[in-house]
């Protein structure tokens, strides 16, 4: 229970940070690409969630965004992005959060993702199911590609290669099949376990963005897989998330193959 409420409070702390500095001046600097950007308040945010961490558990490991990790004798291991969605919050677009997930011996065992604009937070244990404000979620029940809603992601730096996301995302669109690019894939994630999309894939993500997403749509009832078909992990870089039920056709689209 302890780590639960310590996953809330920290959650909570640096999307309080979030929000008090979105009408604010605030520097602003780019990372491995120009556009790959990181604002102060990414760090502040941080600087808050650590607060909260470092407070009650002194002892637990680290991999944060913007720090290097905290590697230390213990089995827990905290997994952080302070802002998903930095480049909408640099530009005032409210659709950005905070995720933590919590890892034990290398398996998720809960995450929170919160985004304070919209007032949504997302919570999942593992095996006690997933909710958006404490109400159960489920992933939606469609059953066809074609009929599917959909999300990406783009990586900062173009990734040139075969079945890249430029040309997944052309058969899709060649299909006349929505896919929606919200720019957080954490959000994206919470918004495949709520039914509001039926799948998600991005090519090139890192451990703090799928961390907490993956686990909750893993709790909604729906199903994460990497690139290779195999379970997810969330230290691999390609990541399809969906409702279950499109899972075969959208893994064999980003695989090559086209739209059944
Ligand atoms: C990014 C967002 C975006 C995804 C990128 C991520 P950031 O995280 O999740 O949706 O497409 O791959 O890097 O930089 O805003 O924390
Ligand atoms: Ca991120
Ligand atoms: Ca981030």
Redesign the pocket.
């Known amino acids: 229970m302890i780590h639960k409420h310590t996953l809330i409070e920290a959650t909570m702390a640096g999307a309080a940070v979030m929000k008090e500095y979105f009408d604010k001046q605030y520097t602003i600097s780019s990372k491995s690409s120009l556009n ?2 990181v604002t102060e308040v ?1 760090h502040k945010s941080e600087e808050a969630i650590f607060n909260v961490i470092k407070k009650h558990f002194p002892s637990h490991n680290i991999l944060s ?1 913007e720090s290097g990790p905290v590697i230390q004798e213990s089995h827990y291991k905290w997994i952080i ?1 302070p ?7 640099a530009n005032g677009i409210p659709i ?1 959060c905070v995720s933590i997930g919590l890892e034990r011996n290398g398996v998720m065992e809960m995450g929170a993702v919160y985004n304070p604009f919209l007032g949504e937070f997302f919570f999942a244990q593992r095996g006690f199911g997933a909710t958006l404000n404490e109400k159960k979620l489920h992933v939606s029940d469609t059953t066809d590609l074609k009929k599917s809603c959909l999300v990406t ?4 730096t173009y990734l040139d290669a075969p079945n890249g996301p430029i040309q997944v995302f052309e058969k899709l669109v060649r299909k006349g099949i929505p896919v929606r ?6 959000i ?1 994630l919470c918004w495949v376990a709520a039914g509001r999309f039926d799948g998600f894939y ?1 090519h ?3 451990a ?2 799928s961390a907490a997403g993956f686990l909750i749509v893993l709790e909604a009832g729906g199903k994460v897989t990497d690139f290779a078909g195999k379970e997810y992990n969330h230290y691999q870089p390609g990541i399809i998330a969906t409702n279950g039920k499109i899972h075969d056709s959208l893994y064999k689209l980003v695989n090559g193959g086209e739209v059944e």
């Open positions: 790959d950007l990414d965004e992005d802002i998903d969605g930095t480049i909408n919050y950005c992601g783009f990586p900062y690019r919200l720019g957080s894939a954490a994206d991005e090139k993500l890192q703090w963005d």
